[in-house]
C-alpha cells in the first residue's frame, strides 16, 4: 500500500470524522432514534440503493487510490461525504471505520441457475429468469443445513489493514452482526422462479413448507452460531436501508437487535396464504428479538392483521402501491409508518410538484391518524444521469417537512 493512498484516505476520513461527530448529525440520530421510539417527531429522509455510478459532480466520487482495499474506502468515504455536501436528508454515519467479525460458511449445497437481461452494462439492475433447480421433491435432500467457522486471522489482518490505512484520521472497531434479514421467499424465488412458486401454493402447498422450512433452519443454525461463537452487535445504525437506532435495546444475543423479514413475491396472494406459507415461519424466531421490521416493496394493505401476528413488530413498509389511508389509520402510533416514495420519480425527470404531493399525502394522514412516519427512498435504478434529481427530490421533500413539523 502506497503512502499516497493512506494520505488521500487519510483525508477524506478527517472530514468524514467532522461529519459523523458535529452537531447536525447528533440531532439526525435522535430524530432516528425517536421515531424508532414512536415518538410523533419530523421524520428522518433517507436515500438509499443510489445508481452511484451516474452522480459523479465535479469528480467528486472519482476515486485515486491503487490499492483495491483502500479504494473500496476511499469510495465509501467520498459517497458519504457526497451525501451530506448535496442532499437533504438524514445519513447514518458512526464516527468509526466498521469492520465484521468474519466466519465461513460451508454453504448450502445449491447454486442458481439464471438468464440475465440488461439495459445498462453499467447498472447491477437487471432482469432474471431463473431455472427451476428443486422442480423435483427429492431435489429438497440437496439444500444443506451449513456449519460455520470463526476467523479470528481475518479479524485480525483486516484490523491490521484498516488500522495502518486510517491512522489517527478515524478509529477502527471490530463490530458483531447487527440484525437479521430473513428474506427467504427472496432467496427461494433464485432457486426456483416465481411462477414456478405459484403454481406449488396449490399443487404442491406441502413441499412449498418443506422448502421454506429448510431454509428458515439455515437462519436459525447461523444465527445460534453468531451468538455462541461470535458477538451480536446492539449498536448498527442500519437495518437494510432503514434506521436501526431505537431504545430499550439492554439485553445481549438477538433480544437486542432487531428482525427484519418480507415476502415480495406475495404481493397478489390472500392474507391467508400469506399467513401459512410466510408469517408462520416468522413467528418461530421473532420473539428471540428486540424488534420486528417487516415489509419491502410488496402493498401491505390487505395483510396488516396477519403481519401483526408477529411478536415485538415495531415497523412496517409502506410502498407507492399501498392504499395509504388504509394503512395509516390501522396502523396509528403503534408502529413506524416507513414510508417508501415512488423512485419513478427521479428515474426520468423530477417535478417537484408530484413530489411535494406525494409527501403531502403521506405527512396529511400520518399526522391525522398519529403514525410516527420515515422517509425512505430507494430502489433507484436510475436518475437517467442527472443527480439534480435526487438532490431536488430531498429538497422538496425537506421544505415540506419544514413546513409540517419545524425544522
Known amino acids: 500500500m502506497l503512502q499516497k493512498d493512506?494520505?488521500?484516505?487519510?483525508?477524506?476520513?478527517?472530514?468524514?470524522?467532522?461529519?459523523?461527530?458535529?452537531?447536525?448529525?447528533?440531532?439526525?440520530?435522535?430524530?432516528?432514534?425517536?421515531?424508532?421510539?414512536?415518538?410523533?417527531?419530523?421524520?428522518?429522509?433517507?436515500?438509499?440503493?443510489?445508481?452511484?455510478?451516474?452522480?459523479?459532480?465535479?469528480?467528486?466520487?472519482?476515486?485515486?487510490?491503487?490499492?483495491?482495499?483502500?479504494?473500496?474506502?476511499?469510495?465509501?468515504?467520498?459517497?458519504?461525504?457526497?451525501?451530506?455536501?448535496?442532499?437533504?436528508?438524514?445519513t447514518l454515519f458512526e464516527p468509526f471505520f466498521r469492520v465484521t467479525m468474519a466466519y465461513d460458511s460451508t454453504g448450502i449445497g445449491l447454486s442458481w441457475k439464471e438468464e440475465i437481461v440488461r439495459t445498462d452494462s453499467k447498472n447491477n439492475i437487471v432482469s432474471h429468469a431463473y431455472?427451476?433447480?428443486?422442480?423435483?421433491?427429492?431435489?429438497?435432500?440437496?439444500?444443506?443445513i451449513p456449519s460455520f467457522t470463526a476467523r479470528p486471522d481475518k479479524d485480525e489482518k483486516a484490523m491490521e489493514f484498516y488500522?495502518?490505512?486510517?491512522?489517527?484520521?478515524?478509529?477502527?472497531?471490530?463490530?458483531?452482526?447487527?440484525?437479521?434479514?430473513?428474506?427467504?421467499?427472496?432467496?427461494?424465488?433464485?432457486?426456483?422462479?416465481l411462477e414456478n412458486i405459484i403454481y406449488d401454493f396449490y399443487d404442491r402447498p406441502e413441499y412449498l413448507h418443506a422448502i421454506r422450512q429448510r431454509f428458515l433452519d439455515i437462519v436459525k443454525a447461523e444465527m445460534d452460531f453468531v451468538e455462541k461463537n461470535l458477538h451480536v452487535d446492539p449498536t448498527v445504525p442500519e437495518l437494510h436501508c432503514t434506521p436501526a437506532y431505537v431504545s430499550g435495546l439492554a439485553e445481549d444475543g438477538w433480544k437486542a437487535t432487531w428482525y427484519r423479514s418480507m415476502a415480495q413475491g406475495f404481493s397478489e396472494i390472500s392474507p391467508e396464504m400469506q399467513e401459512e406459507f410466510d408469517i408462520n415461519y416468522s413467528l418461530q424466531i421473532a420473539d428471540r428479538f428486540a424488534y420486528t421490521y417487516y415489509g419491502c416493496c410488496e402493498p401491505l394493505h390487505r395483510k396488516l392483521n396477519v403481519i401483526s401476528k408477529i411478536p415485538n413488530l415495531r415497523k412496517i413498509g409502506v410502498?407507492?402501491?399501498?392504499?395509504?389511508?388504509?394503512?395509516?389509520?390501522?396502523?396509528?402510533?403503534?408502529?413506524?409508518?416507513?414510508?417508501?416514495?415512488n423512485p419513478s420519480h427521479v428515474a426520468l425527470t423530477t417535478n417537484p410538484d408530484v413530489i411535494r404531493k406525494e409527501t403531502e399525502t403521506t405527512v396529511k394522514l400520518c399526522q391525522k391518524y398519529g403514525c410516527p412516519v420515515e422517509f425512505v427512498l430507494k430502489d433507484i435504478s436510475t436518475v437517467s444521469n442527472k443527480p439534480e434529481n435526487l438532490i431536488v427530490w430531498s429538497k422538496v421533500v425537506s421544505e415540506v417537512l419544514d413546513e409540517y413539523y419545524g425544522k
Open 6 to 90: 493512506k494520505d488521500i484516505v487519510r483525508e477524506l476520513a478527517k472530514r468524514y470524522m467532522e461529519l459523523a461527530t458535529d452537531e447536525k448529525q447528533q440531532k439526525m440520530n435522535e430524530r432516528m432514534r425517536d421515531t424508532n421510539d414512536l415518538k410523533l417527531v419530523r421524520p428522518p429522509v433517507v436515500i438509499d440503493e443510489i445508481p452511484w455510478y451516474q452522480m459523479n459532480i465535479d469528480d467528486e466520487l472519482t476515486c485515486l487510490c491503487e490499492n483495491e482495499q483502500a479504494r473500496s474506502v476511499e469510495l465509501k468515504l467520498r459517497r458519504d461525504i457526497y451525501r451530506r455536501k448535496h442532499f437533504c436528508a438524514d
Open 163 to 193: 488500522t495502518s490505512l486510517l491512522g489517527d484520521a478515524m478509529p477502527v472497531k471490530l463490530c458483531g452482526r447487527g440484525y437479521v434479514y430473513d428474506a427467504a421467499w427472496d432467496k427461494i424465488a433464485r432457486y426456483r422462479g
Open 319 to 341: 410502498v407507492p402501491w399501498a392504499k395509504e389511508e388504509v394503512m395509516a389509520e390501522w396502523m396509528g402510533g403503534k408502529y413506524v409508518y416507513a414510508r417508501k416514495p
Open 131 to 144: 431455472e427451476d433447480m428443486l422442480e423435483d421433491e427429492e431435489n429438497l435432500e440437496l439444500i444443506k
